[in-house]
């Protein structure tokens, strides 16, 4: 799975978007984008996955570049309890062996009041 | 549509006690992942196991740690003689078995913080 870079920490007003980048410049054509957040103390939680179009969902909208070197997550309207670690993760979508999460340290979003 | 339960969530042994972590996927889910997070630390992968199959334990050390997900009952990860070094937090996730890129998205549990005194 290729390796992602993101920035250890970012700060936003609540109510306004959040923005979080993610750097994948070794991603391959069958490679997906995926992002989890992790609440303090809890389990991670799914939001959003992409292969090389744009997804929105519920929760998030997710960017992707057009040379898929990068993506940014989208959180419309932060509230305080969108404060979590994000992950951005890339990995093949298979079958085969090696299903697993390879998580880095990811981008700790304060939202502030 | 309840999600992955894991149980106990809080778990305290002695040295060298036995802990079993028990987790129920998702409803239709067959896919079960254990991951585990040291203190301060990221999550580490550590087994992938569908129903009576070991798939993948690349991540699982390779003495006193065992996992099974039977074809009845919940999975379960069995950490013998524990040491301090145990302690974590270790998190279940499931995936559903089927077609299409859906079936590899994981849903984590609230995960079981593990302390050994």
């Known amino acids: 799975d290729a390796k992602t870079t993101q920035p250890p920490s970012m700060d936003c007003a609540e109510g306004r978007a959040a923005n979080l980048p993610c750097n994948h410049s070794?991603?391959?054509?069958?490679?997906?984008v995926y992002w989890y957040r992790q609440i303090h103390s809890q389990g991670p939680q799914y939001i959003i996955h992409?292969?090389?179009n744009n997804e929105t969902n519920e929760m998030a909208s997710l960017i992707i570049t057009e040379d898929r070197k990068s993506s940014t997550l989208i959180l419309p309207h932060a509230t305080l309890r969108d404060t979590a670690v994000y992950y951005c993760?890339?990995?093949?979508?298979?079958?085969?062996?090696?299903?697993?999460?390879?998580f880095g340290a990811g981008t700790i979003l304060r939202v502030k009041s | 549509n309840a999600g992955v339960m894991q149980n106990p969530r809080h778990l305290v042994r002695r040295r060298g006690q036995e802990a079993r972590l028990r987790c129920s996927p998702m409803?239709?889910?067959?896919?079960v992942y254990w991951y585990r997070q040291l203190p301060e630390e990221g999550l580490k992968f550590m087994v992938y196991?569908?129903?009576?199959?070991?798939?993948?334990e690349s991540g699982m050390p390779k003495e006193r740690f065992s996992a099974e997900f039977p074809k009845e009952g919940p999975s379960i990860l069995r950490i013998q003689q524990v040491v301090r070094g145990d302690s974590a937090a270790y998190f279940c996730?499931?995936?559903?078995?089927?077609?299409?890129?859906?079936?590899?998205?994981?849903?984590f549990g609230p995960g079981t913080r593990l302390l050994v005194l």
């Open positions: 996730a499931s995936s559903p078995q089927g077609t299409g890129i859906f079936q590899e998205t994981q849903y």
């Open positions: 070794t991603i391959s054509g069958n490679e997906y």
């Open positions: 992409g292969l090389k």
């Open positions: 993760i890339v990995r093949i979508l298979t079958m085969e062996y090696g299903n697993k999460l390879v």
């Open positions: 409803k239709g889910h067959s896919h």
């Open positions: 196991l569908q129903k009576e199959n070991i798939i993948d």
